[in-house]
C-alpha cells in the first residue's frame, strides 16, 4: 500500500511538473533606459543618460492570471556630472560621465490585470539583483581665466567595485561603487498575439552605489524606459 501510493504520489508530481514546464515562456528582450540620479550632499549637477538593456526573461506560471519573472539581463547604466570651482579670474569645470555595466537578474511578480481579445495587460513588481560587470569613469577637466578657456585635460579610469566597499581602506578611489546594487521594479507590459511584448518599466535604486559616511553624501540611481520582447510559448 505504502508502495503504490509513493508511486502514484511521484507520477502526480511529474505530470504537474510537465505541466508546468510545458506553460514556462521564454522572452527574449531587449530596451533602452534614461538614467537619473537623486544625489544627496553632491554640488555637482547631474543629467540623464540613456542606455541599452538585453536578455532573456523567464515567465513560471504560479495560477491562473499571476507569473514569476526571473531570467538574466545585460544592463548598462550611469550620468554625468559638472561642477565648478572660481576664484576671483579663473575657474575650473569638471565633466564626468559613468558607464557601469551590470549582470542583472530579475525577481518580479506579474499580475494580468485585463484581457481582451488578443491583448493581455500585465502589472510587474519585484527586484533586479544587479551585479557589477565592468565601468569607466572619463573625466574633462577644462581651465578658465576671464571666462577664456586655457587649456582642457582629459583622461579615464577604471572603477572598482567590491560587493563591500571598505571606506576605511586609503586607497578605495572616492568614484567605486559598490559591487552589488538592489533596485525595485514596476513595469507594466501588454502582451500582443500571445508573443509580442512592449513594456514601460521603472527601476528605482534602493541604496547608493556611491556613499560616504564621512560627509553622508550619496548618489542613488534610477531609470525609466522601454522593453520589446518575444514570447516563445
Known sequence: ?????????????????????????????????????????????????????????????????????????????????????????????????????YFSVPLLLSYQVYKHKQFQYWIDAGINYNFFISGTTHYTITDYLNDIPTGTTSFSHSINAPLVRQYTDPNAGRDDLTGLDLAFKLQFHVVCNKHYSFGLYWDNGLYSILANPADASSITLHSVGISIGYLIL
Open 1 to 101: 500500500m505504502q508502495r503504490s501510493f509513493t508511486i502514484l504520489l511521484s507520477a502526480a508530481a511529474l505530470l504537474l511538473h510537465g505541466h508546468v514546464c510545458a506553460q514556462l515562456q521564454v522572452q527574449p528582450t531587449f530596451g533602452e533606459g534614461f538614467c537619473y540620479v537623486a544625489k544627496k550632499n553632491i554640488a555637482a549637477s547631474f543629467s540623464t543618460a540613456t542606455k541599452p538593456n538585453a536578455g532573456i526573461i523567464i515567465h513560471v506560471p504560479i495560477v491562473e492570471n499571476l507569473q514569476l519573472q526571473t531570467g538574466a539581463m545585460f544592463v548598462q547604466t550611469g550620468y554625468s556630472s559638472q561642477s565648478t570651482e572660481t576664484s576671483v579670474r579663473a575657474k575650473t569645470v569638471y565633466s564626468i560621465s559613468n558607464s557601469i555595466n
